[in-house]
């Protein structure tokens, strides 16, 4: 039996059962009684002990931006569209055709703004600029072939937890991440705020049935660095924030005294609440103190040569939330996986109204993200990667209601500083873009969708978590995930033994 066979038949495909020694704990009855299920326990357990690890020499921190609701490819890959076009059951815009009079096909086939800037721009110009510096890479071909679910839920938590299927009991991305750093002494006892939320509950951080130590548990911040830990309001005591903090910090040292041995955790707590406290208002003062840099790709125009590089600016909305995650990740190395969602952009759900609603969303997103890769390339944060997908890609047929409906194939977009700013993460060379599509379907019906070309590289969205803890210095992910890290130099879906 080949090792993918055994892990199958021990049922790591729909299991979190973890090893007690490798992932710091998990929830099992300790009484149970059926020794075929103790037997399988360890099964497991001698399975995921098999993970190994390896420091990076680069220690990454990654921000995880999950599109909700399954964005559209068309953005990042208008290659097919003149094909897409003739066959779909309502027409494009004609100004996305590549031989328009004022085409929005960019050089490499993103949708971009056409000659007369009208707006009908999906920020394909942002997207070539990034390419171009090394601060992007397009992956065109992310497609959802095993157990082809096209719907909301069961594709949100396969994508977060990087498994096959729904299972409440089984743990996120980060919750795994933060078990296998953990176990490896990677995550100092006194680090603060490892992971981080910018959307509050998100599956990437579901604990399932793995126990991970309450400092490596999510904190949820807002764009503003709202403190999680400030005492705010209390009628009983004074009217102001700081008298309140004198007045508790009072009456807990004064409960506490004599009772050190019994309460020493409840005491310790007390210490890490302010410590925690003031670290987050130290990062709020960095945000308002702190101006952003000078854009680096400012050309003085040829009649004001003497012309001063303007100062980069987020857009509002969805840079708010992106500016807070970059300034967190600069003035916070202990930060290792910082997640945003659609807050600022809205939801990517197009089943209507796509060819109106789509493109200033993803101008947004993406003029944000080039503002976030200088912004990072200025503070020498080479060591940073912003990966963006969702869960599942779109139909290419414009339906009734002239929007598209869910299909298999996304993009991934990966965004950091350029070479030039260091050695990076080992692996993650960016300026590149990977995968080549063709159009499926009969014409003028509504499933219609892009696929992988015959010789085109193609892997599952788990590929996505996998690549995570191959950053992180995991060395076989696919133990997790059933797939390979992304690597467009080998075979598509390839299987890696371990054995």
């Not at 992971?195 to 400092?215: D, K, L, M, R």
């Not at 191959?470 to 130099?489: H, K, M, S, W």
Request: charged share 20%.
């Amino acid at each position: 039996m080949n090792r993918r066979d055994f892990i199958k038949s021990l049922g790591l495909y729909g299991s979190s059962i973890l090893v007690p020694s490798l992932f710091g704990g998990m929830n099992i009855n300790a009484n149970a009684s059926s020794l075929s299920s103790r037997r399988m326990i360890n099964a497991r357990a001698a399975v995921l002990g098999e993970i190994g690890y390896v420091a990076p020499t680069v220690v990454p921190q990654v921000i995880s931006v999950f599109l909700y609701g399954g964005p559209s490819e068309l953005a990042g890959n208008l290659t097919n569209i003149e094909d897409i076009n003739a066959n779909s059951q309502n027409p494009y815009n004609s100004n996305l055709m590549p031989d328009a009079n004022n085409p929005h096909y960019t050089t490499n086939g993103f949708w971009g703004n056409g000659a007369s800037g009208n707006g009908f721009n999906a920020g394909g110009e942002a997207m070539e600029r990034m390419v171009a510096s090394k601060r992007m890479s397009v992956y065109r071909t992310i497609n959802r072939v095993k157990d082809d679910s096209k719907a909301h839920r069961p594709s949100i938590f396969s994508n977060l937890t990087g498994m096959i299927g729904v299972d409440d009991s089984r743990p996120g991305i980060a919750t795994n991440l933060a078990s296998i750093l953990s176990a490896n002494g990677m995550i100092a006892d006194n680090a603060l705020f490892p992971f981080v939320t910018f959307e509050g509950e998100s599956v990437v951080f579901n604990q399932g049935s793995v126990s991970v130590p309450a400092g490596l548990k999510p904190i949820s911040l807002n764009e503003n660095f709202r403190n999680p830990y400030s005492r705010r309001a209390n009628s009983s005591l004074e009217s102001t924030e700081g008298d309140q903090d004198a007045a508790i910090e009072a009456l807990a040292q004064a409960t506490m005294a004599g009772k050190r041995a019994r309460y020493q955790k409840v005491i310790d707590a007390f210490g890490k609440r302010g410590e925690i406290e003031g670290f987050v208002s130290q990062l709020n003062q960095n945000l308002a103190n702190t101006q952003l840099p000078v854009d680096p790709d400012f050309v003085a125009p040829i009649d004001d040569p003497g012309a001063a590089a303007p100062i980069l600016e987020y857009p509002r909305g969805f840079g708010d939330r992106l500016k807070a995650a970059v300034n967190l990740v600069i003035h916070n190395p202990d930060s290792l996986f910082v997640s945003l969602g659609n807050n600022g952009l809205g939801g990517w759900d197009d089943h209507n109204s796509a060819q109106d609603d789509y493109p200033g969303r993803m101008r947004n997103l993406m003029e944000s993200l080039e503002v976030a890769a200088k912004h990072l390339e200025a503070a020498g944060k080479d060591n940073v990667i912003i990966m963006v997908y969702g869960e599942f890609g779109r139909n290419v047929n414009l339906n009734g209601s002239m929007g598209w409906d869910h299909g298999n194939n996304q993009n991934l977009y990966l965004v950091g500083a350029s070479p030039s700013a260091g050695p990076g993460i080992a692996g993650n060379e960016l300026g590149k873009i990977v995968g080549k599509t063709k159009r499926i379907g009969k014409a003028k019906v509504n499933r219609q969708f892009t696929s992988p070309t015959d010789d085109s590289y193609q892997c599952e969205p788990f590929a996505v978590a996998s690549t995570i803890y191959q950053y992180f210095g995991v060395q076989n992910p696919e133990l997790l995930t059933g797939e390979a890290p992304i690597d467009e130099t080998g075979t598509p879906n390839e299987w890696k033994s371990i054995g």
